[in-house]
C-alpha cells in the first residue's frame, strides 16, 4: 500500500465497495500514469501524484463518489484525456483520480440537430456520429482526440467557431453532480420529461456558472451528461484519405473550398478577416500563423527545422486568412460566396497565395478544423510547449495583444526557442464579433527550463491582471488571485463554491481557495474596524 | 521525493548510458497528448470503432496504454519506482499485444517510438528476472525444442508429409518457405502451408523447406523480451540459408517476415525476404497464377500489424523514405482481381487497424485480453456483412478464428492463399 494510512485503506475500502475492485486502483505505478503532461509545472510537479484512481461507470457512481469525498473530506479531480494535468491540482493527501473511461456513450438527436454525450467521448468520435448524419459539432485547437464534453465546458476554440460561436455557447441541457452527491440538471431538462434540447431553463441559467470565460474544471462537481448543439452538415460522411499516416492526405468534395489569401500587413489581415465576417460567408474562418502551418506541415523535427530555416512559410504566408466555404444550401450557395470574396479580397488588398503554395498546404489542411486538427504538432521542437490564450471582444484588440505577447517573450528567448520572426494564430468567433489567439512557444523539456517557463508565465500573469486583460493565462490563476481586478467577483464565487461544496473537495485547490478568500475578508473587516474611530461619549443634557 | 532525490544513477558502461538516453528521451518526451488511444481522427467513422489501443480498451487505466507504459517505465529505470512497490508492473508491461497502434499514432504528431520503449523495457525486465510465470513453459520449449508452440521439435515439418517438398537441410533451393511454429505446430492450419506447396509447385518454383531442421523465427521471444534467444534463432536461420544456398525467403507469417524483413539485416541477413502475399503478387504479375475462377463471396480483409505498421517502426523518427512499408495494398490487390469476390472495409483498416489480440506473447499468457480483442474485431467486421475476414497471419487465424467459435459468429476467417488457390487455374489449364 503505498501511502498506507489507516484514511486510506478505508477510503479505499469504499471506493471498492462502490465501484468492484477491478474499477480501483492505489498501487504506485498506476498513479505514476496519471502524473504528469506536456506543461511545465506538470514538468516541475512530476512527484505529486494521486492516491487512487477510480472508473466510474455512470452517474450514480458519480454521486456515490461525490458523497464519500464528502464524507471523508478527500479531493477529487474528474480527468478525461489529461492532456491538461496542471488543471487538476489538488496537491493534497489521499487525492482521488475520477478516469471516466467507461462513460463513453454518444446519443444523436437528428430531428432536433444535439448530442447527448458523456465525459469519455472524443471530439472525433462525436463527429464521426453527428456526420453520418448531415450534422456537425467542431473540433478544437488541441485535436479531435480530445474529450468534446470537457473542451465544450471549458471554452472550446472550434475551427467553426467563426461560424457557430465557440462551444461553450453551444451547451444545451446538463447533467450536473454537485459536489455533495446531489444530481442537478439545467436547462429544459430541469423540465420533468422535456429533455436536452434548450439550454436555458425555466430559472436562471446556470451554464455560465461552470464556464465563465474558461472553465471551472471540476471544481463545482461534474458534469456526467451534457446536451451540445450541431450543426448543418453539407458534405460526406467522411472525406476520401490517401497514403498512411503522418504522410496523410484528404480532398474535400469539389463543392467546398479553402481559399488562402494573403496580407501585406497584420492591420489588413484584420480588415479582410472583418470584411469576410460581415459578408456571413464561409464555414471556417482563421488566421493562420507561419509558425502553426510550419509545425502542421512537418512530418519530423528535421522537416520543421529545415522549413523555418528556409522561412518558405514566412515567406508565402506571413499574414494569411484561411477560409473554407461550405455548400450550406447548394453549390451555386459557394458560387456566390466565391465571388464575393473575390470582392472583399480586392478591396482590401489581398491576394491568394500561388498555386505551388495552394498545392502544398490544400491535402494537409482540406479536414483540418473539419475532422481533425494536428493540434499536438505543435510540440515537437521543444517536446513540450507554453501556450498563452488571449481573448478578446475584437480582432483589433485580439492583434495588439499578441503583438504585444510577442515582445513580451522575446525577453524570454531562453528559454523559448527561436521562432524566427513566425506570425501568431488568430481565431474569430461568432462572424467576427470577438476572437481570441494563441501564442505558442517552445521551450525544452528540462527542469531549469521549465522553471524559466514558468517565471515567464507569473509575469505575464502580472502584466495581464495590471492591463486588465482577460487572458487564458489569467484564467488559470485562482480566482482569488484575479478577482480583485475584475469587480472582485470572486466574493460571490467564494460563496457559491462555499454552498456547492461546503468541504472543498471538488478539485480542491484548483479555482478558488475560499479558506484564503474568507481569511482576507475576515482581516479586511478588523483592519476596518480598527481604524474605525472610537464612538462619541453620550453628551449629557 | 525531491528533485535531488529523484535523479538516477547513471549507467557507467558507454553502451547502457546510450541506451539509457535513448530509452529516456523517448519516454520522458511523451507528453500525454492521448493519440495513442484513437485511432487517425480523421479516420472515425463510427463512435464504436474509434480506439486503437487493445490494452487500454480492454483495461481501462492509462496504466494500460503507451503513455502509462511509458511513465512507468520511465520510472524504472529512473529508480523511482521499483518491481517490488507494485505488483501489477508486470502486466502492465507484458499485457500488450505490441501492435504498434500507439506508435503510428504518436508518429503522427511526435518524434518518437512508444512501441520500441515497451520492447526495450521488456528486455530490460528479462535482463532483470522479472518474468510472467506464463512465460516458463514457452521458454522452455524454446531451449529445448526450438519453437513457442511446446511442439517437439521433431514433428516441425509434418505439416509437409507426402508433399514431396525438397529438404534444404539436405538439397538446395531458390526459394526457401520459412513455415514458422503457428504454421508448423497448428494441424488445423496445415491446409495453409499446403495450399502454398501446390501453388508453388504449379507456378513452377524451385523451392523447398527447412523441415524438422526449421529455428523459431525469434519474432515471439523478441516481442516477450527474449533478446538474446532471438539472435540465437535469427543466427541460425540465416546460417541455414546460406547452407542452402537459398536467395528468397518467403513466408506467410506475418510475424516471422517482419522479425525477418526488418530485424535479421541487424544480424548480416543478405537474403530477399518475401511475405507470401507479395510473392503471390509477383506469380500474378508473371502470369503464373490465373485468377480465373469465380469465387462469390464477400470479404473484408484484417491487416495483420506485422504486415502492415509494424514494418515503419524499426525506427524513433518518422522517416520519409520508410513511409509505404506497411503491405497495405497489395492484398487489397489480389483480393479484388478474383472474379466474384466483393471486397468491403472494416471501419478502422490499414496502419488504423484493430489487432486481432494475439501479438506480443498475448495469446499464450492473457486469454481473456486475447479474445476479447479478438471479439472486437469480429464484431467490427460483421458490421461489413461480409461472410469472410481474409489475413495474412496464422496469429491472426488462430486468434480470430478461437473468437468465432467462443462466440458462434456467423463469419469465418481464411488465409489469402486459401482464397487465391479456390479462384486459380490449376494445372494450366
Same mark, same amino acid.
Given at each position: 500500500?503505498?501511502?498506507?494510512?489507516?484514511?486510506?485503506?478505508?477510503?479505499?475500502?469504499?471506493?471498492?465497495?462502490?465501484?468492484?475492485?477491478?474499477?480501483?486502483?492505489?498501487?504506485?505505478?498506476?498513479?505514476?500514469?496519471?502524473?504528469?503532461?506536456?506543461?511545465?509545472?506538470?514538468?516541475?510537479?512530476?512527484?505529486?501524484?494521486?492516491?487512487?484512481?477510480?472508473?466510474?461507470?455512470?452517474?450514480?457512481?458519480?454521486?456515490?463518489?461525490?458523497?464519500?469525498?464528502?464524507?471523508?473530506?478527500?479531493?477529487?479531480?474528474?480527468?478525461?484525456?489529461?492532456?491538461?494535468?496542471?488543471?487538476?491540482?489538488?496537491?493534497?493527501?489521499?487525492?482521488?483520480?475520477?478516469?471516466?473511461?467507461?462513460?463513453?456513450?454518444?446519443?444523436?438527436?437528428?430531428?432536433?440537430?444535439?448530442?447527448?454525450?458523456?465525459?469519455?467521448?472524443?471530439?472525433?468520435?462525436?463527429?464521426?456520429?453527428?456526420?453520418?448524419?448531415?450534422?456537425?459539432?467542431?473540433?478544437?485547437?488541441?485535436?479531435?482526440?480530445?474529450?468534446?464534453?470537457?473542451?465544450?465546458?471549458?471554452?472550446?476554440?472550434?475551427?467553426?467557431?467563426?461560424?457557430?460561436?465557440?462551444?461553450?455557447?453551444?451547451?444545451?441541457?446538463?447533467?450536473?453532480?454537485?459536489?455533495?452527491?446531489?444530481?442537478?440538471?439545467?436547462?429544459?431538462?430541469?423540465?420533468?420529461?422535456?429533455?436536452?434540447?434548450?439550454?436555458?431553463?425555466?430559472?436562471?441559467?446556470?451554464?455560465?456558472?461552470?464556464?465563465?470565460?474558461?472553465?471551472?474544471?471540476?471544481?463545482?462537481?461534474?458534469?456526467?451528461?451534457?446536451?451540445?448543439?450541431?450543426?448543418?452538415?453539407?458534405?460526406?460522411?467522411?472525406?476520401?484519405?490517401?497514403?498512411?499516416?503522418?504522410?496523410?492526405?484528404?480532398?474535400?468534395?469539389?463543392?467546398?473550398?479553402?481559399?488562402?489569401?494573403?496580407?501585406?500587413?497584420?492591420?489588413?489581415?484584420?480588415?479582410?478577416?472583418?470584411?469576410?465576417?460581415?459578408?456571413?460567408?464561409?464555414?471556417?474562418?482563421?488566421?493562420?500563423?507561419?509558425?502553426?502551418?510550419?509545425?502542421?506541415?512537418?512530418?519530423?523535427?528535421?522537416?520543421?527545422?529545415?522549413?523555418?530555416?528556409?522561412?518558405?512559410?514566412?515567406?508565402?504566408?506571413?499574414?494569411?486568412?484561411?477560409?473554407?466555404?461550405?455548400?450550406?444550401?447548394?453549390?451555386?450557395?459557394?458560387?456566390?460566396?466565391?465571388?464575393?470574396?473575390?470582392?472583399?479580397?480586392?478591396?482590401?488588398?489581398?491576394?491568394?497565395?500561388?498555386?505551388?503554395?495552394?498545392?502544398?498546404?490544400?491535402?494537409?489542411?482540406?479536414?483540418?478544423?473539419?475532422?481533425?486538427?494536428?493540434?499536438?504538432?505543435?510540440?515537437?521542437?521543444?517536446?513540450?510547449?507554453?501556450?498563452?490564450?488571449?481573448?478578446?471582444?475584437?480582432?483589433?484588440?485580439?492583434?495588439?495583444?499578441?503583438?504585444?505577447?510577442?515582445?513580451?517573450?522575446?525577453?524570454?528567448?531562453?528559454?523559448?526557442?527561436?521562432?524566427?520572426?513566425?506570425?501568431?494564430?488568430?481565431?474569430?468567433?461568432?462572424?467576427?464579433?470577438?476572437?481570441?489567439?494563441?501564442?505558442?512557444?517552445?521551450?525544452?523539456?528540462?527542469?531549469?527550463?521549465?522553471?524559466?517557463?514558468?517565471?515567464?508565465?507569473?509575469?505575464?500573469?502580472?502584466?495581464?491582471?495590471?492591463?486588465?486583460?482577460?487572458?487564458?493565462?489569467?484564467?488559470?490563476?485562482?480566482?482569488?488571485?484575479?478577482?480583485?481586478?475584475?469587480?472582485?467577483?470572486?466574493?460571490?464565487?467564494?460563496?457559491?463554491?462555499?454552498?456547492?461544496?461546503?468541504?472543498?473537495?471538488?478539485?480542491?485547490?484548483?479555482?478558488?481557495?475560499?479558506?484564503?478568500?474568507?481569511?482576507?475578508?475576515?482581516?479586511?473587516?478588523?483592519?476596518?474596524?480598527?481604524?474605525?474611530?472610537?464612538?462619541?461619549?453620550?453628551?449629557?443634557? | 521525493?525531491?528533485?535531488?532525490?529523484?535523479?538516477?544513477?547513471?549507467?557507467?558502461?558507454?553502451?547502457?548510458?546510450?541506451?539509457?538516453?535513448?530509452?529516456?528521451?523517448?519516454?520522458?518526451?511523451?507528453?500525454?497528448?492521448?493519440?495513442?488511444?484513437?485511432?487517425?481522427?480523421?479516420?472515425?467513422?463510427?463512435?464504436?470503432?474509434?480506439?486503437?489501443?487493445?490494452?487500454?480498451?480492454?483495461?481501462?487505466?492509462?496504466?494500460?496504454?503507451?503513455?502509462?507504459?511509458?511513465?512507468?517505465?520511465?520510472?524504472?529505470?529512473?529508480?523511482?519506482?521499483?518491481?517490488?512497490?507494485?505488483?501489477?508492473?508486470?502486466?502492465?508491461?507484458?499485457?500488450?499485444?505490441?501492435?504498434?497502434?500507439?506508435?503510428?499514432?504518436?508518429?503522427?504528431?511526435?518524434?518518437?517510438?512508444?512501441?520500441?520503449?515497451?520492447?526495450?523495457?521488456?528486455?530490460?525486465?528479462?535482463?532483470?528476472?522479472?518474468?510472467?510465470?506464463?512465460?516458463?513453459?514457452?521458454?522452455?520449449?524454446?531451449?529445448?525444442?526450438?519453437?513457442?508452440?511446446?511442439?517437439?521439435?521433431?514433428?516441425?515439418?509434418?505439416?509437409?508429409?507426402?508433399?514431396?517438398?525438397?529438404?534444404?537441410?539436405?538439397?538446395?533451393?531458390?526459394?526457401?518457405?520459412?513455415?514458422?511454429?503457428?504454421?508448423?505446430?497448428?494441424?488445423?492450419?496445415?491446409?495453409?502451408?499446403?495450399?502454398?506447396?501446390?501453388?508453388?509447385?504449379?507456378?513452377?518454383?524451385?523451392?523447398?523447406?527447412?523441415?524438422?531442421?526449421?529455428?523459431?523465427?525469434?519474432?515471439?521471444?523478441?516481442?516477450?523480451?527474449?533478446?538474446?534467444?532471438?539472435?540465437?534463432?535469427?543466427?541460425?536461420?540465416?546460417?541455414?540459408?546460406?547452407?542452402?544456398?537459398?536467395?528468397?525467403?518467403?513466408?506467410?507469417?506475418?510475424?516471422?517476415?517482419?522479425?525477418?524483413?526488418?530485424?535479421?539485416?541487424?544480424?548480416?541477413?543478405?537474403?530477399?525476404?518475401?511475405?507470401?502475399?507479395?510473392?503471390?503478387?509477383?506469380?500474378?504479375?508473371?502470369?503464373?497464377?490465373?485468377?480465373?475462377?469465380?469465387?462469390?463471396?464477400?470479404?473484408?480483409?484484417?491487416?495483420?500489424?506485422?504486415?502492415?505498421?509494424?514494418?515503419?517502426?524499426?525506427?524513433?523518427?518518422?522517416?520519409?523514405?520508410?513511409?509505404?512499408?506497411?503491405?497495405?495494398?497489395?492484398?487489397?490487390?489480389? #483480393? *479484388?482481381? =478474383?472474379?466474384? @469476390? %466483393?471486397? +468491403?472495409?472494416?471501419? &478502422?483498416? $490499414?496502419?488504423?487497424?484493430?489487432?486481432?489480440?494475439?501479438?506480443?506473447?498475448?495469446?499464450?499468457?492473457?486469454?481473456?485480453?486475447?479474445?476479447?480483442?479478438?471479439?472486437?474485431?469480429?464484431?467490427?467486421?460483421?458490421?461489413?456483412?461480409?461472410?469472410?475476414?481474409?489475413?495474412?497471419?496464422?496469429?491472426?487465424?488462430?486468434?480470430?478464428?478461437?473468437?468465432?467459435?467462443?462466440?458462434?459468429?456467423? #463469419? *469465418?476467417? =481464411?488465409?489469402? @492463399? %486459401?482464397? +487465391?488457390?479456390?479462384? &486459380?487455374? $490449376?494445372?494450366?489449364?
Amino acid at each position: 500500500m503505498p501511502y498506507g494510512d489507516e484514511k486510506h485503506s478505508l477510503i479505499f475500502q469504499e471506493l471498492t465497495n462502490i465501484l468492484g475492485e477491478e474499477n480501483v486502483r492505489h498501487g504506485t505505478a498506476t498513479m505514476t500514469a496519471y502524473s504528469r503532461c506536456l506543461f511545465a509545472v506538470a514538468t516541475l510537479n512530476r512527484a505529486r501524484k494521486p492516491e487512487f484512481v477510480v472508473l466510474p461507470r455512470d452517474t450514480q457512481d458519480i454521486q456515490n463518489i461525490a458523497r464519500l469525498a464528502t464524507r471523508y473530506e478527500f479531493p477529487y479531480s474528474i480527468m478525461g484525456s489529461g492532456v491538461m494535468m496542471p488543471l487538476h491540482s489538488a496537491a493534497k493527501r489521499y487525492w482521488c483520480i475520477i478516469d471516466p473511461k467507461r462513460m463513453n456513450r454518444v446519443e444523436v438527436d437528428e430531428k432536433n440537430m444535439f448530442a447527448v454525450i458523456q465525459p469519455y467521448v472524443t471530439h472525433a468520435q462525436l463527429q464521426a456520429e453527428a456526420m453520418k448524419r448531415g450534422l456537425f459539432n467542431g473540433i478544437p485547437l488541441v485535436g479531435a482526440q480530445a474529450m468534446a464534453l470537457a473542451n465544450h465546458v471549458w471554452h472550446g476554440w472550434h475551427g467553426s467557431a467563426y461560424r457557430t460561436g465557440f462551444a461553450t455557447r453551444n451547451i444545451l441541457g446538463m447533467e450536473w453532480v454537485l459536489p455533495t452527491g446531489d444530481i442537478m440538471t439545467t436547462g429544459s431538462l430541469a423540465v420533468p420529461n422535456a429533455g436536452y434540447f434548450w439550454g436555458e431553463g425555466p430559472g436562471p441559467d446556470l451554464r455560465n456558472l461552470r464556464k465563465g470565460l474558461v472553465s471551472e474544471n471540476g471544481s463545482l462537481g461534474i458534469i456526467t451528461k451534457l446536451a451540445v448543439k450541431l450543426h448543418p452538415w453539407p458534405g460526406p460522411k467522411y472525406f476520401p484519405v490517401a497514403d498512411i499516416r503522418p504522410c496523410k492526405t484528404s480532398e474535400l468534395p469539389d463543392d467546398f473550398q479553402w481559399h488562402f489569401i494573403n496580407y501585406p500587413t497584420e492591420k489588413a489581415c484584420a480588415d479582410g478577416m472583418y470584411a469576410i465576417g460581415k459578408a456571413e460567408i464561409g464555414g471556417i474562418m482563421q488566421r493562420w500563423g507561419t509558425q502553426l502551418i510550419a509545425w502542421e506541415y512537418a512530418k519530423s523535427n528535421e522537416e520543421y527545422l529545415k522549413l523555418l530555416e528556409e522561412g518558405y512559410w514566412r515567406k508565402e504566408c506571413l499574414n494569411l486568412v484561411a477560409i473554407c466555404l461550405f455548400p450550406f444550401t447548394s453549390a451555386k450557395q459557394v458560387a456566390y460566396e466565391e465571388k464575393v470574396l473575390s470582392c472583399i479580397i480586392e478591396r482590401t488588398g489581398g491576394k491568394e497565395v500561388s498555386q505551388e503554395v495552394y498545392d502544398k498546404l490544400k491535402p494537409f489542411v482540406a479536414n483540418t478544423l473539419i475532422r481533425d486538427n494536428y493540434g499536438f504538432r505543435w510540440t515537437r521542437p521543444g517536446n513540450t510547449m507554453h501556450t498563452s490564450m488571449l481573448f478578446a471582444d475584437s480582432l483589433d484588440a485580439v492583434f495588439n495583444a499578441q503583438e504585444e505577447h510577442w515582445q513580451h517573450i522575446e525577453g524570454y528567448k531562453p528559454p523559448f526557442l527561436d521562432d524566427n520572426g513566425e506570425s501568431a494564430w488568430v481565431l474569430p468567433f461568432d462572424f467576427c464579433h470577438s476572437g481570441g489567439c494563441t501564442v505558442d512557444q517552445s521551450h525544452e523539456k528540462l527542469e531549469p527550463v521549465c522553471q524559466e517557463v514558468m517565471k515567464e508565465a507569473m509575469d505575464w500573469l502580472q502584466h495581464d491582471i495590471k492591463a486588465g486583460m482577460c487572458a487564458f493565462t489569467t484564467n488559470l490563476a485562482p480566482a482569488d488571485v484575479v478577482g480583485p481586478k475584475f469587480a472582485n467577483y470572486h466574493l460571490p464565487l467564494a460563496k457559491i463554491k462555499k454552498a456547492l461544496d461546503p468541504k472543498n473537495v471538488a478539485n480542491a485547490g484548483r479555482f478558488i481557495d475560499v479558506a484564503r478568500v474568507e481569511k482576507a475578508q475576515q482581516e479586511a473587516a478588523e483592519k476596518a474596524k480598527a481604524q474605525q474611530p472610537p464612538p462619541e461619549a453620550p453628551k449629557a443634557h | 521525493m525531491s528533485a535531488e532525490e529523484r535523479k538516477p544513477s547513471l549507467p557507467t558502461d558507454e553502451f547502457n548510458r546510450k541506451w539509457y538516453w535513448d530509452f529516456r528521451k523517448n519516454a520522458w518526451y511523451c507528453l500525454r497528448c492521448n493519440n495513442c488511444k484513437w485511432i487517425d481522427n480523421w479516420e472515425v467513422k463510427d463512435a464504436r470503432f474509434a480506439r486503437i489501443c487493445p490494452s487500454n480498451a480492454y483495461y481501462l487505466f492509462d496504466t494500460y496504454a503507451a503513455q502509462g507504459r511509458m511513465d512507468v517505465s520511465l520510472d524504472l529505470i529512473d529508480g523511482v519506482l521499483k518491481y517490488e512497490d507494485d505488483p501489477e508492473i508486470l502486466d502492465i508491461l507484458y499485457a500488450c499485444n505490441t501492435c504498434g497502434g500507439c506508435d503510428v499514432m504518436c508518429k503522427g504528431v511526435h518524434d518518437m517510438s512508444p512501441i520500441n520503449v515497451i520492447l526495450e523495457m521488456r528486455a530490460k525486465m528479462v535482463e532483470d528476472g522479472q518474468l510472467l510465470p506464463q512465460y516458463l513453459p514457452i521458454l522452455e520449449s524454446l531451449r529445448r525444442e526450438d519453437n513457442t508452440m511446446l511442439g517437439k521439435k521433431a514433428d516441425r515439418g509434418k505439416w509437409a508429409e507426402g508433399l514431396g517438398i525438397k529438404n534444404l537441410a539436405e538439397e538446395s533451393a531458390e526459394v526457401a518457405f520459412f513455415t514458422g511454429c503457428r504454421f508448423s505446430f497448428d494441424e488445423e492450419l496445415w491446409k495453409i502451408p499446403r495450399a502454398i506447396a501446390g501453388i508453388f509447385k504449379d507456378a513452377g518454383v524451385d523451392f523447398g523447406i527447412m523441415g524438422k531442421d526449421e529455428n523459431c523465427c525469434g519474432s515471439r521471444p523478441a516481442q516477450m523480451g527474449f533478446k538474446g534467444e532471438f539472435t540465437k534463432y535469427a543466427e541460425n536461420n540465416i546460417d541455414a540459408w546460406k547452407n542452402a544456398g537459398v536467395k528468397t525467403v518467403v513466408t506467410a507469417c506475418s510475424d516471422g517476415y517482419y522479425a525477418m524483413k526488418r530485424l535479421y539485416p541487424e544480424v548480416g541477413s543478405k537474403v530477399e525476404v518475401l511475405h507470401m502475399v507479395e510473392f503471390l503478387a509477383r506469380l500474378i504479375e508473371q502470369g503464373k497464377i490465373k485468377l480465373t475462377k469465380k469465387v462469390p463471396m464477400k470479404v473484408t480483409y484484417h491487416d495483420p500489424c506485422h504486415l502492415g505498421r509494424r514494418l515503419s517502426q524499426a525506427i524513433s523518427v518518422f522517416n520519409p523514405n520508410e513511409r509505404s512499408m506497411g503491405i497495405y495494398e497489395p492484398p487489397r490487390d489480389i #483480393i *479484388k482481381a =478474383i472474379p466474384g @469476390v %466483393e471486397m +468491403v472495409e472494416m471501419f &478502422r483498416n $490499414r496502419e488504423c487497424a484493430w489487432c486481432c489480440g494475439a501479438g506480443g506473447g498475448v495469446i499464450d499468457t492473457y486469454p481473456d485480453f486475447n479474445s476479447y480483442t479478438a471479439t472486437q474485431r469480429i464484431i467490427e467486421a460483421q458490421e461489413t456483412g461480409a461472410e469472410a475476414i481474409v489475413t495474412a497471419c496464422p496469429w491472426c487465424e488462430r486468434s480470430l478464428g478461437d473468437a468465432i467459435k467462443e462466440t458462434g459468429a456467423k #463469419i *469465418k476467417v =481464411i488465409d489469402l @492463399v %486459401e482464397l +487465391v488457390d479456390s479462384a &486459380r487455374q $490449376r494445372g494450366g489449364k
